[in-house]
Each structure stands twice: as structure tokens, then as C-alpha cells.
């Protein structure tokens, strides 16, 4: 049993509690949630778990050092105490990454260049060689965050953004993020319970996402690599241990998973995409116009789609969205559907009341994750069982 450290799993904003609500899941102790980020506990074999299992988490950072810093000649001195060669080889490669939220230090790149040269310069100094960049696949990367006159100084054990899982080798015009995807899956409450229908598959990122969590598998098994491969003290044996109990967990999945599609460039985006995830047996994807389709049985369903909102893809957004309300009214009873939005005046379209809105960002873009439940015969008569 190794010793348990303090590590900051990095999300998007409105999913900060379903990542937490994973992490417990998954096995760590003293889990906070802060703003898109959770800290919590964990110990070596743990942070590979978590890097391999975490479905919202962007990144999983651990804190090495923090201090006050007054000036960049501070943050400089500072950072350059810490034992850098604990951490990577003098011939090795380095990138940083630096956000800032100070009055102080208003400058995130000269931040992140100062730090860098700092750790050059400590190598430099006491070995004669020093380290390169590598922006692309450093053997270290390294986060620096300053909170006003605070800063903590951390290792990137994910290396690129947990979002890349390595399945989705081509996209379609307006992409959905594969950490977006999974959360909106989990925040329906969508297990693998019943049958799932994403109406305007686009890449298939729900679709792929929705698959993985029904089945239990983990989301970053087809990832190329970790950050923490390339550490000194990185275990392949402790790593293929964690990845076999984690493989042992998945599940059978007795339900359809169906996307829908009328463009022949995002079906085909779509299948490949469910084929390099290995999915195609738990997914089917056809051509078909949400519009013109209809429930094929009267058995409780989960609709989890992301329409176009007229950002990057042109539509007539008023009448596509009064379209969507009457296609999920007429065609889908027994359904709870649940739509990402980022157009918030679009929603008054639908012509139905959400019964839940949850405030998300879809990159930049405010959205909406709404809910929509459609009952079999009226509501009235519903509540009344």
C-alpha cells in the first residue's frame, strides 16, 4: 500500500460534483469539490486509476509545492528551489502550463516562461546541461496556478487532455467534447438501464460515451499515453494491475444504444468513430431524420441528443427547435429526453416546460442540459399511479 498525497482532478464547470460522486466511487478519500476541480486523496496506483477510470476529469494534477509569491523574481527563486531532478532528467523535455487569477500577475504566458526558465536554470547550474521543450510530448508538464499572492506548483500525471481518448480520429463540423459527453450522460442518471437514442449522433460521442458507461468500461483505455509514463519513478507493473481490475469490472449492456443521423459525412464520422472504440457491438447508427421518426415500442427511454444551435452549424433555429418540441410529443411517450443547448432563446421554441435546466459551458458557449420528461398519456393520469 503506497503512501496516500493530496491530487486536484481538473473538470469542466457543472460537472465538478459528478466528478467528485466518481472519484468516491472509484476509491479516494477527502474529496472537495472547488470550482471546475476536485481534490481529494490518493495514492500512486490511485492516480493511475483515476487517470484511466475518471469520465469528467480534463486532467489529474499533483501538487509538489506552494507558496506566497510577491513578484516574478519571487515566483523565479521559488520555483527554482524545488528538486527538479526528482521529478526529470537534465537531458529530458519540459512544458508548462500557467493560469492566473491576480491583480499581481496578469500574464499567464510570461508566468509560465519565468517558471521555465527557472527549472532550466537550476540544471543548467548544477549539472551543465539542461532540459528542452517539448510542447507536444514533454517527459514532464507541469501546472502552475496563481490565486491572487498563492501559488501551487503541480505535476501533470495526465501529459494531454483526458478528453482525447484516442477513439475519435475524425469529427464533424461542430464536435461535442468527450468529458461534456460523458457528464451530460451522467447527469441524466442514464446507467444502461433501458434503451438510448441520440437523435443527431454527429461524431457519436454520446453515443460512444453512453456505451462506455453501461458497459463499465474504462473511458481512456484506447489513450495512446499518461503524463506519468515518462516519470522516474512510473511502475508498468503496478500500472498493468490497475488496468486488468479495472478491465474485470466491465459489465454486459442488454439494451440498444441508437443514434440517428440525415448528413452521409457524420454517419460515416459516426461508425468509425464507434468502431475504433470497439463499441459496434452495443451501437447501432442509421440514416434517418429525427423528425420523421416515431418510438418503436411503448418501454421507458432515455433521449440524449445536442442539436445545432446555429453557432457553427446554419439553421432556422425557430423552427428547428418548435420541430424537436412536436417530433419528442407526438413520436416518443414514456421518454425522458435530455438536450444540451447553447442557444438560450432557441429553448422557447420547443414548446415544452423542462422539468430540470443545468447550467454548462460547451467550450465558451453558456448551454443549457434540459430535461424534458415525456409521459405515456397524460401527466395527469401519470401522477395519479
Given amino acids: ?66 507558496f506566497p509569491v510577491f513578484s516574478e523574481d519571487d515566483l523565479y527563486n521559488k520555483v527554482k528551489k524545488i528538486s527538479w531532478e526528482d521529478y526529470m532528467k537534465a537531458d529530458g523535455t519540459l512544458a508548462v502550463d500557467a493560469t492566473v ?20 536554470d537550476r540544471f543548467r547550474e548544477r ?18 496556478h496563481i490565486d491572487r499572492n498563492r501559488c501551487t506548483v503541480s505535476l501533470d500525471s495526465s501529459g494531454g487532455s483526458l478528453h482525447k481518448r484516442g477513439y475519435k480520429t475524425a469529427i464533424t463540423l461542430a464536435p461535442l467534447n468527450e468529458v461534456l459527453a460523458a457528464g451530460i450522460v451522467l447527469l441524466s442518471g442514464w446507467r444502461g438501464q433501458c434503451d438510448l437514442l441520440d437523435p443527431m449522433s454527429g461524431s457519436g460521442t454520446i453515443l460512444a460515451e453512453a456505451a462506455m458507461i453501461a458497459c463499465n468500461i474504462p473511458p481512456n483505455l484506447n489513450r495512446d499515453e499518461f503524463g506519468f509514463e515518462h516519470w522516474p519513478d512510473f511502475d508498468p507493473d503496478l500500472y498493468e494491475t490497475i ?33 475504433n472504440a470497439n463499441l459496434g457491438e452495443f ?11 416515431s418510438k418503436a415500442d411503448d418501454k421507458p427511454s432515455f433521449i440524449i441528443f445536442n442539436p445545432p444551435y446555429d453557432e457553427r452549424l446554419s439553421v432556422d433555429t425557430e423552427a428547428f427547435y418548435q420541430k424537436i418540441g412536436d417530433t419528442l410529443k407526438r413520436g416518443y ?10 442557444n438560450l432563446e432557441a429553448l422557447k421554441s420547443v414548446g415544452l416546460r423542462p ?10 458557449l453558456e448551454s443549457r442540459l434540459v430535461r424534458y420528461e415525456m409521459y405515456s398519456g397524460s401527466k395527469k393520469a401519470k401522477k395519479q399511479h
Fill in 101 to 120: 487569477h491576480s491583480q499581481q500577475f496578469t500574464h499567464s504566458k510570461f508566468i509560465a516562461l519565468k517558471t521555465k526558465d527557472a527549472i532550466v
Fill in 243 to 275: 488496468e486488468n481490475a479495472a478491465l474485470n469490472k466491465i459489465r454486459d449492456f442488454h439494451y440498444k444504444i441508437k443514434g440517428f443521423d440525415i448528413d452521409g459525412k457524420a454517419l460515416q464520422v459516426s461508425r468509425g468513430n464507434i468502431k
Fill in 1 to 66: 500500500m503506497g503512501k496516500n498525497y493530496q491530487m486536484v482532478a481538473k473538470t469542466l464547470f457543472g460537472l465538478e460534483e459528478v466528478l467528485a460522486e466518481e472519484l468516491r466511487k472509484l476509491g479516494a478519500s477527502g474529496v472537495t469539490s472547488g470550482r471546475r476541480s476536485v481534490s481529494f486523496m490518493g495514492d500512486l496506483g490511485f492516480m493511475y486509476k483515476a487517470n484511466l477510470c475518471c469520465r469528467t476529469a480534463i486532467k489529474i494534477l499533483k501538487p509538489i509545492a506552494s
Fill in 355 to 364: 422539468s430540470r435546466k443545468i447550467k454548462l459551458f460547451n467550450g465558451k
Fill in 283 to 293: 451501437v447501432t447508427i442509421e440514416r434517418q431524420d429525427f423528425f420523421e421518426s
Fill in 127 to 144: 549539472e551543465g546541461t539542461r532540459p528542452n521543450v517539448d510542447l507536444m510530448h514533454p517527459n514532464l508538464r507541469i501546472n502552475l
Fill in 333 to 342: 411517450p414514456g421518454t425522458q429526453a435530455w438536450m444540451l443547448c447553447g
